[in-house]
């Protein structure tokens, strides 16, 4: 074999190591509760990473896969500047594009938008984004550049909240003992 075609192998394998370097993430925007709802924000970090600067993010997809025993899916919505494209893309497969695209003003992040959930009972849920390879509604899709994986993935920790009916026979619990205790000095 041939030096020369490996050494180009090896530099087309770095150019797009390189070009891959922005991050998605999964964050809860507050402390997950059973029986409540939870926003997760999707946000890309370093959008624009080793892309030229003339670069514009077109258009994101993703499949989602989530815990159904713990969540029930509510809502995608995308950021503000984002149009939303999950009716044309199938079920479970969400995804937004902008035109004419956002532009690389040396963005740290971007918000992509928010999955809401409600909570059906506490446990470790398992939430994930995924992009199939090949498919061109998903990924980070940019002007100049090859589309990009969006793939993340999050444990959300739901904790289990007490019944309203428990808060009630606590401060009935303590009302009595208040009431006892207030009249016990003044029958001595």
Request: no cysteine.
């Amino acid at each position: 074999m041939s030096l020369k075609p490996l050494m180009a192998a090896t530099l087309l394998a770095l150019s797009s190591l390189a070009a891959q370097a922005s991050t998605v993430t999964l964050t809860p925007s507050a402390p997950a509760k059973a029986g409540e709802g939870v926003d997760l924000l999707i946000q890309l970090t370093d959008p624009f990473a080793g892309l030229a600067a003339n670069e514009q993010l077109l258009s994101f997809g993703f499949r989602l896969s989530y815990d159904s025993a713990l969540l029930s899916f509510g809502r995608f919505t995308p950021a503000a500047g984002w149009d939303d494209d999950s009716p044309w893309l199938g079920a479970g497969t969400f995804g937004a594009s902008s035109f004419p695209g956002v532009a690389n003003n040396g963005q740290a992040s971007l918000l992509l938008g928010t999955l809401h959930f409600d909570t059906l009972q506490a446990g470790l849920a398992q939430i994930s984004l995924i992009s199939d390879q090949g498919n061109l509604n998903q990924g980070l899709s940019y002007l100049w550049s090859h589309p990009q994986p969006l793939n993340a993935s999050v444990q959300l920790a739901i904790s289990a909240v007490p019944e309203p009916a428990s808060f009630l026979l606590a401060a009935l619990g303590l009302g009595a003992l208040g009431f006892t205790a207030r009249r016990k000095p003044g029958r001595a």
